[in-house]
């Protein structure tokens, strides 16, 4: 059974005023607190470490996977390991995210690494949000790391945002393409206030071939922007490299903040 704490956490950052349809699952405080599968997604745990295998059918089409983490314990130190299979010609919308709830005072902190094996012409899109709230005087730290790994025609679109709350976060995005025609846009916004710390970096790397210019290629977008409420120290840095030189042009990287 959830409380208020949880369930305002859940809708700040998955928009969860419920238990939705699809494949559903819920982290609290370092453990499972709820669990669905759909027909065609399944969620197991793992035996080597703590966090999970999401397994989703060739296929599968407009389908959701919900996975967000709530903490609500003062001084817990929380770091999970999500791994997403996507099978081929799959296209689905999974929503992540993590709230921290601190009225204490020792800092809470969750790490989460999310990797992303997405197969031939498959599509993700990828929502994520962190926030953070309490009175206390202990910090709310979150620290995601994301890989992902596209298969020939397989794109990912990601929008990952800081809502507000967190005190220090060092977010890590490698993207890497490793066929043809692959294709990932990244949007990043965070929000700082006060002395709240907030650094990002990206890295993407295109390794198909491009025949000519005018010859389909992996595609890259990628910005992070960073706004606060109040002066707070914060970094943005985006690196982008392909094999082909000549793709350059095909696959910008940009950056604003």
Do not use: W
Not at 60 to 81: A, C, R, W
Not at 91 to 114: E, F, K, L, M, T
Not at 124 to 136: F, L, P, R, W
Request: glycine residues 8%; aromatic residues 4%.
């Amino acid at each position: 059974m959830l409380n208020d704490i949880q369930k305002k956490i859940l809708q700040e950052v998955a928009d969860m005023t419920g238990i939705p349809d699809g494949a559903v699952n819920i982290r609290s405080d370092g453990q499972k607190e709820y669990r669905q599968n759909s027909e065609h997604i399944t969620i197991e745990s793992k035996t080597d470490k703590d966090g999970i295998d999401i397994r989703i059918a060739p296929f599968t089409k407009n389908e959701n996977v919900h996975i967000p983490v709530v903490l609500t314990k003062s001084g817990f130190q929380d770091m999970v390991y999500n791994d997403f299979f996507v099978g081929e010609g799959a296209d689905v919308r999974i929503v992540a995210g993590c709230g921290i709830h601190n009225c204490g005072d020792c800092d809470s902190q969750h790490d989460g690494i999310h990797t992303f094996y997405v197969g031939k012409n498959a599509k993700v899109t990828y929502i994520e949000k962190h926030y953070g709230e309490g009175e206390g005087r202990g910090k709310r730290i979150l620290n995601p790391q994301t890989i992902v790994y596209l298969e020939e025609g397989a794109s990912i679109v990601m929008e990952t945002s800081q809502i507000a709350g967190v005190d220090d976060t060092k977010r890590y995005t490698k993207v890497v393409a490793e066929g043809a025609d692959a294709e990932v846009q990244i949007t990043e916004k965070l929000l700082t206030d006060g002395e709240q710390h907030a650094i990002s970096e990206m890295d993407v790397i295109l390794n198909g071939k491009l025949i000519d210019a005018h010859t389909p290629g992996e595609k890259a977008r990628a910005s992070s922007r960073a706004r606060s409420r109040r002066a707070a120290p914060r970094s943005c840095s985006i690196r982008a490299c392909r094999a082909t030189a000549r793709a350059s042009a095909m696959s910008p990287a940009t950056r604003s903040s």
